[in-house]
T-cell receptor, first 114, second 110 residues
Framework: GAGVSQSPSNKVTEKGKDVELRCDPISGHTALYWYRQSLGQGLEFLIYFQGNSAPDKSGLPSDRFSAERTGGSVSTLTIQRTQQEDSAVYLC????????????FGNGTRLTVT | EDQVTQSPEALRLQEGESSSLNCSYTVSGLRGLFWYRQDPGKGPEFLFTLYSAGEEKEKERLKATLTKKESFLHITAPKPEDSATYLCAVQANNNNDMRFGAGTRLTVKP
């Protein structure tokens, strides 16, 4: 079937505005991850969902960032009151179980805060 | 704290010139070490998983090896289509996340 789908692919927003980024994982994958990739940097872990368990939010950089996963499928990453340092590519990935299984990534949302 | 360091940051090769990429890691209990390939404007694509020291995996011109402190991605007789950024990631026993290195940007000239 289809791979991981992210939308929008590009988002330009003004400083102080809120943004929502969407991720549709591969059907049947129970684990879902959000990462942030800044220019020339490695991927920075943000949040992890596994089935019906409480999400691991340990990577969220501030309380302006939040994420939810509805019905164990689609996930939305919300950034409130965006700052210029939030500019990056936000990548979503899913995996069948989360343990030992590799991640399947979407192509990301490139966020630019002006 | 878990750490992953990749070297070199960038590597330019002539077509057919074999070389190796390095991934050094510090992790409290390795669950798995992963190699990904990332093309510009795309998400990373899975290549290999290695679980224990001494393990090796091969795919076409690529071979990944693992020791207790580092992993190598050997590329034999590379072609221009092998040009990409190669990312290494580790998953620890006590963590849900994968810790990624900054990557090695490989360019293969014809």
């Amino acid at each position: 079937g289809a791979g991981v789908s992210q939308s929008p692919s590009n988002k330009v927003t003004e400083k102080g505005k809120d943004v929502e980024l969407r991720c549709d994982p591969i059907s049947g994958h129970t684990a879902l991850y959000w990462y942030r990739q800044s220019l020339g940097q490695g991927l920075e872990f943000l949040i992890y969902f596994q089935g019906n368990s409480a999400p691991d939010k340990s990577g969220l950089p501030s309380d302006r960032f939040s994420a939810e996963r509805t019905g164990g499928s689609v996930s939305t990453l919300t950034i409130q009151r965006t700052q210029q340092e939030d500019s990056a590519v936000y990548l979503c990935a899913s995996s069948p179980t989360g343990d030992f299984s590799p991640l399947h990534f979407g192509n990301g949302t490139r966020l630019t805060v002006t | 704290e878990d750490q992953v360091t990749q070297s070199p940051e960038a590597l330019r090769l002539q077509e057919g010139e074999s070389s190796s990429l390095n991934c050094s890691y510090t992790v409290s209990g390795l669950r798995g070490l992963f190699w990904y390939r990332q093309d510009p404007g795309k998400g990373p694509e899975f290549l290999f998983t290695l679980y224990s020291a001494g393990e090796e995996k091969e795919k076409e011109r690529l071979k990944a090896t693992l020791t207790k402190k580092e992993s190598f991605l050997h590329i034999t007789a590379p072609k221009p289509e092998d040009s990409a950024t190669y990312l290494c990631a580790v998953q620890a026993n006590n963590n849900n996340d994968m810790r990624f290195g900054a990557g090695t940007r490989l360019t293969v000239k014809p």
